[in-house]
Structures are given as structure tokens and as C-alpha cells.
């Protein structure tokens, strides 16, 4: 496995690669790898002849100053699950790379980007959007592997890939969750033990809405209202947003569901009343469909 | 010669290129060629094997919709020049292809495009920026070659490219000028007889600027009193802006010239008193050194 902390390195390499007619895929993560990366790692193997990880805690996408120092970081430990699950090329750039001294370019996603996290976390999508632009400049693949979990995200880049006309194609991959269902997230080990427990509820939620659908509800504010009865059973948990959109546009859908429905939730967790964990925002989706 | 109106096939184009090791120089134009789009073309021949000009009126960096529907066209002329100058490939791209419904992304540059062009003419760089990295990645050129007439313009694509970390060299190439010293502008057939008469004044107005340099003036305001003074000279003319500035960042100099100082000029024209020719901006600039 090569380890690549240069983008002009990594440049020489990807034409290189490219010209020996070889397909590139590349993973852009935060580190903090779990099963979910890795899963994005075989999405990746199975659609190119080279996986290319890219590690880079991107301190522009975070809100927080204090969620950025305490976003999870292990390189040594990610270094070694790319080993083991057979990644080609790890690129590990520096910020000073990233945002070279009196960097002013901004790459930005009008509309998509205004609701749902992009409400709750102003300059987060910039941040995203300007970071994955220069991973894929830096690494020039031909597919890029994003988790679904994010869904947002997803449809952002998509639409940016698409917009700036970039030759790359964007592969959503499936959400991995723990065994009780919980989504997988670097942020889950900043649970408490109460607050961990009770993360259940998003999925719980999401299981309820669809029951909903499933049982022939079609409005909008009754599936919504199911998914808000069901936070509330969590005492430690608090809503961030509960919405249903549409997929592509992330619009707002009508009332009534009738098409391919997005239903995006966040949800906040305290530190446990021991002390123990930190303030944690937890994201899930699911995509409803009225049969 | 080849004509390319779609992005996927000169990607594919790029791919095949960049894999036999040719160097790719793509010089992007909005059309409307004179002899300075062809000494951009005569540059890019010098530092690649194969030159690509594009040709697009981009629609989001006209400021005034009166100036693009105004803006000369003239394809089959461009691609008979495009022809006789040895060009490769010539990328005509639709609207279409370049803004598709729907499209929301675009590519800012802070700072360096608030002074000069930026200030008199509102969204016009975020235009540029947008249209030239969609250029660049349908391109995907080793080189881009851009003429330093529109100083400003090529300050905020270098610092794009740097910032985003295209894998493209933006090259500057010299001012070409009409024999009285006009500087070469698709605009210039749009001037009154009048106004055109008149429009040498900007290029007076730098050299007065220069000869004051050279006699031993170091005082910004001295310098631009000249400049003004110049400019006042020519009744049709009204000045825009007249400002030094950091040929690099664009920053505001100090007030006394000390190192290599951009001296950026902006002057309008009303079409002339008989009705002829149209509004017309102009602009030219000169790097002043004392030496």
C-alpha cells in the first residue's frame, strides 16, 4: 500500500494509472475508520482496478470549532484497516496543502444545501463541496464512493459533479449499523453509555414511518408525527429536524406521499448525566416508498 | 481540425490524448477571434503538442444582458481562424451542456474579486470562475493560456487553480495592440468612430503613468492624478476605475511605489453623438516598476 501525502505526487500517479488504462476509485473519508469505510472500500474494489483512500479531517465542513478538535483521530489504526482491507493508495494530505496561506476559493451548492443539516450546520456543504473538489482534482478517479448515511451529502456532490461537468461518477453505497441498528458513524464512540443506548430511536423512528407507509398512511404530517412520537420516548434525545423531501432536489415533497420519499432525521444527545460523553449529533435517512 | 460540441466526448478525447503523452493546451475563448486570441493560440503552441480553443458566450459572467446579447458572434469566421491558426480541436459547447436545468453549483474566489472589474461589474468573476473550471475539467488540459489584458481575470483564475489544485498550468500571455496602441478587445468594433478615435486615451493614460514612473514619481495619488488627467482629455471618455494595486493578490498598495505595482484601468464609452457604435467598457493595465 502506497502512502501519498502530495497532491502533485498523487497527480503523476493517477495519470500514470490512467494511462496504463486502469480504473480508479476513489474513497474521500475523515479517518476514524469502521466497517461503514470499509464497506465503501468494497463497493469501490468491486467497480475499479484500484481503490485509492483519501484520510483528511477537512476543519472547513465543521460548524464547531469544538466538534473539529474532537472529531475521533487515529491514522496509525486507519493506515492499518486500509492495509488489511486491501486499499492500493492512501492519500494523506496536510491542511497547509488543503488551504494553502490566503486560499480564497469556494466551491458552492445553492438550494440543495439550505435545508436539513445545511440549516442546522451553516457552511458545513461549502466546506464539503470545496473539500471533495480538490480530492477529486488531487486524485482525478473515475468513481467516487460516498455513504448513504449522508444523504445529503450525497445528492450535493451529485449535483456539483454534475454541474461543474466533473469525470467522475458518484456511487452512493448502503448505511451499515451496529447490531441493534444503529448507524454507523465516527461519532459514536462520543456517546455516553445512557445516551448510546437510547441512539436507537433514529432507526426506530424510520422503522415506524415506514410501518406507517406500509399500513397504507400517505400524509405527510401523520407519518411526520409518528416519527416524533417516537423521539420523544427517548428522554435524552432531542430533535434536530424530522423532514421528508424530495430524493433528488431535496425539496420539499407535497403532503401527500406519492412518489420516492426522503426521510431525513437528526437528533442531538447531551453528555450523560455522569458526565461521561460529549454533545453528539446523530443523522439516519430512509428513502419511503408508497407501494 | 476536430469540433467537439460534447463534454463526455472530450473527456474521452483528454484521455486518449494524456495516455499517448501528448500535452494538451486548451486557450478559452468566448468567440468573436481576433490577433490576440491568436497569440494566445501561438503561446499554447509553444508549450504543448496539441492546442484546443474553446468557444463560449458564457451567459453568467455578462453583468448586463444588454452586453451579452450585444456581444459580437461570428462562429464560422472563429472556426476558419481557428483553422488557419493550426488549432487541434475547437470545443463549442451549448448552454445547455454548460448550465443544465437545475444547475446550482458555482466556483467563487473571495477577496481578490471584490476591487476593480469586481466592483464595477457585480457576479461577473464568479461567471468566469464557474465557466472555466467546467472548461477545465471537460479539457482537462496540461496547460491554459490566458491573455493578461483582463489582468484581473487571470490574478483569480491562477489563484483558483492554485486554491482547487487543477492539475493545469494558467499561463499569462503579452497584450496584443491595435497600431495606435488600442488594446485588442472583441468589444473594440462596437466603439463609435468617435469613441474608437478616442479610445487610444487608456493606452496614453498608462504611458503617461509610466513616464511619470520613469522621471522619478513614486506617489500613488501623483500617479493617478496623471492618469486622470489623461483620461479627462478625451471628452467621450468617463473613467470606471484607475487604481494600483498588488499585481498578486490585488490588494491595495501602500501609497508609495516600491516593488512591482498593478496599474488597472476601466473607461466607458456612450455610443457616438450620431447614434453609431454602442456602450462600450474598456479596460487595459500595465505592471509599473521603479526602477
Given at each position: 500500500m502506497q502512502i501519498v501525502d502530495s497532491r502533485a505526487a498523487l497527480q503523476r500517479l493517477s495519470d500514470e494509472e490512467r494511462a496504463r488504462g486502469l480504473r480508479l476509485a476513489l474513497v474521500p473519508t475523515m479517518g476514524a475508520l469502521h466497517e461503514g469505510h470499509l464497506s465503501l472500500v468494497r463497493e469501490a474494489r468491486a467497480r475499479a482496478?484500484?481503490?485509492w483512500v483519501s484520510i483528511f479531517v477537512n476543519p472547513t465542513q465543521f460548524d464547531e470549532a469544538q466538534d473539529f478538535e474532537g472529531y475521533p483521530r487515529d491514522p496509525e489504526r486507519d493506515l492499518e484497516a486500509c492495509r488489511a482491507a486491501g486499499v492500493d493508495v492512501v492519500y494523506l494530505p496536510s491542511v497547509e496543502e488543503m488551504y494553502p496561506e490566503g486560499a480564497a476559493t469556494w466551491v458552492d451548492v445553492d438550494r440543495l444545501t439550505e435545508p436539513l443539516c445545511g440549516a442546522s450546520r451553516p457552511g458545513h456543504?461549502?466546506?464539503?463541496?470545496?473539500?471533495?473538489?480538490?480530492?477529486?482534482?488531487?486524485?482525478?478517479?473515475?468513481?467516487?464512493?460516498?455513504?448513504?448515511?449522508?444523504?445529503?451529502?450525497?445528492?450535493?456532490?451529485?449535483?456539483?459533479?454534475?454541474?461543474?461537468?466533473?469525470?467522475?461518477?458518484?456511487?452512493?453505497?448502503?448505511?451499515?449499523?451496529?447490531?441493534?441498528?444503529?448507524?454507523l458513524s465516527s461519532r459514536n464512540v462520543r456517546l455516553g453509555r445512557e445516551a448510546r443506548a437510547q441512539a436507537t430511536v433514529l432507526v426506530r423512528a424510520l422503522d415506524a414511518a415506514e410501518a406507517a407507509v406500509a399500513s397504507g398512511e400517505r400524509?405527510?404530517?401523520?407519518?411526520?408525527?409518528?416519527?416524533?412520537?417516537?423521539?420523544?420516548?427517548?428522554?435524552?434525545?432531542?430533535?434536530?429536524?424530522?423532514?421528508?423531501?424530495?430524493?433528488?432536489?431535496?425539496?420539499?415533497a407535497a403532503g401527500t406521499l406519492a412518489s420516492p420519499t426522503l426521510l431525513a432525521l437528526a437528533v442531538r444527545f447531551e453528555p450523560d448525566p455522569d458526565g461521561s460523553g460529549g454533545a453528539v449529533r446523530l443523522i439516519d435517512n430512509r428513502v419511503l416508498l408508497a407501494r
Amino acid at each position: 500500500m502506497q502512502i501519498v501525502d502530495s497532491r502533485a505526487a498523487l497527480q503523476r500517479l493517477s495519470d500514470e494509472e490512467r494511462a496504463r488504462g486502469l480504473r480508479l476509485a476513489l474513497v474521500p473519508t475523515m479517518g476514524a475508520l469502521h466497517e461503514g469505510h470499509l464497506s465503501l472500500v468494497r463497493e469501490a474494489r468491486a467497480r475499479a482496478d484500484r481503490v485509492w483512500v483519501s484520510i483528511f479531517v477537512n476543519p472547513t465542513q465543521f460548524d464547531e470549532a469544538q466538534d473539529f478538535e474532537g472529531y475521533p483521530r487515529d491514522p496509525e489504526r486507519d493506515l492499518e484497516a486500509c492495509r488489511a482491507a486491501g486499499v492500493d493508495v492512501v492519500y494523506l494530505p496536510s491542511v497547509e496543502e488543503m488551504y494553502p496561506e490566503g486560499a480564497a476559493t469556494w466551491v458552492d451548492v445553492d438550494r440543495l444545501t439550505e435545508p436539513l443539516c445545511g440549516a442546522s450546520r451553516p457552511g458545513h456543504f461549502r466546506g464539503v463541496t470545496t473539500v471533495v473538489s480538490k480530492l477529486f482534482l488531487a486524485a482525478k478517479p473515475h468513481v467516487a464512493v460516498f455513504g448513504e448515511k449522508d444523504f445529503q451529502q450525497l445528492a450535493v456532490i451529485r449535483r456539483m459533479a454534475r454541474d461543474l461537468g466533473f469525470d467522475v461518477e458518484v456511487v452512493g453505497a448502503p448505511t451499515l449499523r451496529e447490531s441493534d441498528g444503529l448507524a454507523l458513524s465516527s461519532r459514536n464512540v462520543r456517546l455516553g453509555r445512557e445516551a448510546r443506548a437510547q441512539a436507537t430511536v433514529l432507526v426506530r423512528a424510520l422503522d415506524a414511518a415506514e410501518a406507517a407507509v406500509a399500513s397504507g398512511e400517505r400524509s405527510h404530517e401523520a407519518i411526520l408525527s409518528r416519527v416524533r412520537a417516537e423521539i420523544a420516548k427517548a428522554p435524552r434525545a432531542r430533535l434536530d429536524y424530522a423532514e421528508l423531501r424530495d430524493p433528488e432536489s431535496l425539496e420539499r415533497a407535497a403532503g401527500t406521499l406519492a412518489s420516492p420519499t426522503l426521510l431525513a432525521l437528526a437528533v442531538r444527545f447531551e453528555p450523560d448525566p455522569d458526565g461521561s460523553g460529549g454533545a453528539v449529533r446523530l443523522i439516519d435517512n430512509r428513502v419511503l416508498l408508497a407501494r
